[in-house]
T-cell receptor, first 114, second 111 residues
């Protein structure tokens, strides 16, 4: 089967750093993505890791280790507006590589406190 | 501005009724997707389409149907065969980049 695991909730204070982990078991792995979703809103794309290592985009960084089937999202200098759900998603190939789809984790609710 | 428009934002369905959710994009993306999200859960793939006039079942296609007659449009019909349709429905599209662009969603409730 295909599964992704991430913590259900994380709490941190403004200005702090928080790491959200994601472990996955999938076949046909192509890359790991992260999405942010504010309550009742549309998920927005944050980052993508196709190869091992760290990708940095402003205050957000994402890491991937394909040998460990593990990745994380790192949020620095936390702000109140970062309070949201964060989803990891694995891109897998279908039909011999002709198409692909995203499989989402169940999400991590991040609460940033003053 | 380019984006994905989903309508309606809220939809109420009676038992045994079919309803259609609209999804329109002006991003010129080839691939489009429908996801379902239940409270506190991740997104599960219902149907996807890589090109016009072609679509494939996702992981939870039973009780749903789609069409892709135009590149810009990918409507989802929730049929009476879907026994638990109350959920948040999200439409997405994708070009050759890595990220999906999502619409703002339709919240469907059975009354």
């Amino acid at each position: 089967g295909q599964s992704l695991e991430q913590p259900s909730e994380v709490t941190a204070v403004e200005g702090a750093i928080v790491q959200i982990n994601c472990t996955y078991q999938t076949s046909g792995f192509y890359g790991l993505s992260w999405y942010q979703q504010h309550d009742g809103g549309a998920p927005t794309f944050l980052s993508y890791n196709g190869l091992d290592g760290l990708e940095e985009t402003g205050r957000f960084s994402s890491f991937l280790s394909r040998s460990d089937s593990y990745g994380y999202l790192l949020l620095q200098e936390l702000q109140m507006k970062d309070s949201a759900s964060y989803f990891c998603a694995v891109r897998v190939f279908l039909y011999g590589g002709a198409t692909n789809k995203l499989i989402f984790g169940t999400g991590t609710l991040l609460a940033v406190q003053p | 501005d380019g984006g994905i428009t989903q309508s309606p934002k809220y939809l109420f369905r009676k038992e045994g009724q079919n309803v259609t959710l609209s999804c329109e994009q002006n991003l010129n993306h080839d691939a489009m997707y429908w996801y379902r999200q239940d409270p506190g859960q991740g997104l599960r793939l219902i149907y996807y389409s890589q090109i016009v006039n072609d679509f494939q079942k996702g992981d939870i296609a039973e009780g749903y149907s789609v069409s892709r007659e135009k590149k810009e449009s990918f409507p989802l019909t929730v049929t009476s065969a879907q026994k638990n349709p109350t959920a948040f429905y999200l439409c997405a599209s994708k070009d050759r980049s890595y990220g999906y662009t999502f619409g703002s969603g339709t919240r469907l409730t059975v009354v």
